[in-house]
């Protein structure tokens, strides 16, 4: 394996997303064995105006599809955001893992210096493919994955470093 | 620039250095204006055995500066991690800046195939370059400049994802 595109994104968010899932099964096992009322742990947010834990999953979900798919040029699966349990967010994560393992390298060949444009709500960002990356991509999966883990050591969820890095 | 072991380090690590030196600029706006004592932020945590809010900043310096410092072959600078007040951990993110400024592309020639022994406390990682990039460096410092910022947003302090992106 050597240093790409692919490398940069596919190969990182897959390990990441299957580490997301292993520590959605814990915060499973947590809501059992707490007798936690549906839906709590889920609507959990660190400030009252920040996003819920389920956003933060589907965010997740979305920068490592919706990145890979706009630098590979192909169109990402698009998901309707209707995920209600901790098992619906797992399994949001694993059809984003599914999608990801059809990319394949040759389709990032030149992606580094693709340009990209992002239309969001209230403005459109365009830059090329490796500033993409680096501003972008990388900095939004990292703060989904990691505040989705931050929600849960904050509620007490026995989660460690070791299950956000997965067993490195 | 073209996708390379330093653009995906050193110029990934000092935006988002720069970026938490501006959040930290905030926190310390923040700790003046509700009369905060000395000390309280920084010893923030969200959960009782996480690492305090000081430790997470220099942790977010150690895995920019000794990641940077073992793909480039190259001595990191020590720091002594005594810092106290939200003042000395801008000191601290900056002079990790000013060390990565000094590294070349050229000193991460090869960088994706150097074999990488990293002491633990209790176990010793070896790995090539390249994994050691996707599977340690960049979930481990975007983890903490992550939850540098959960902790204060979590506490009110007015800082945004603009913030954390550094204006993209």
Do not use: C
Not at 74 to 81: G, M, R, S, T
């Amino acid at each position: 394996m050597s240093l790409s595109m692919h490398a940069m994104t596919v190969e990182q968010f897959v390990p990441m997303l299957k580490n997301l899932n292993r520590i959605l099964e814990k915060a499973e096992a947590f809501v059992a064995a707490k007798k936690i009322e549906a839906g709590v742990l889920e609507g959990l947010r660190l400030a009252p105006d920040m996003l819920s834990f389920t956003r933060q999953v589907q965010l997740a979900s979305d920068f490592a599809k919706n990145s890979a798919a706009r630098l590979a040029g192909v169109e990402p699966p698009k998901f309707e955001d209707n995920e209600k349990t901790l098992e619906d967010l797992k399994a949001r994560v694993s059809k984003t893992i599914d999608w990801l393992d059809t990319l394949t390298p040759a389709q990032f060949a030149g992606a580094e210096t693709r340009h990209i444009v992002l239309p969001l709500r209230t403005r459109t960002i365009e830059m090329d493919g490796l500033p993409f990356l680096q501003k972008w991509v990388l900095p939004n999966f990292f703060f989904h994955v990691t505040t989705v883990y931050a929600l849960l050591r904050h509620v007490g969820v026995e989660v460690g470093k070791q299950d956000f890095l997965g067993g490195v």
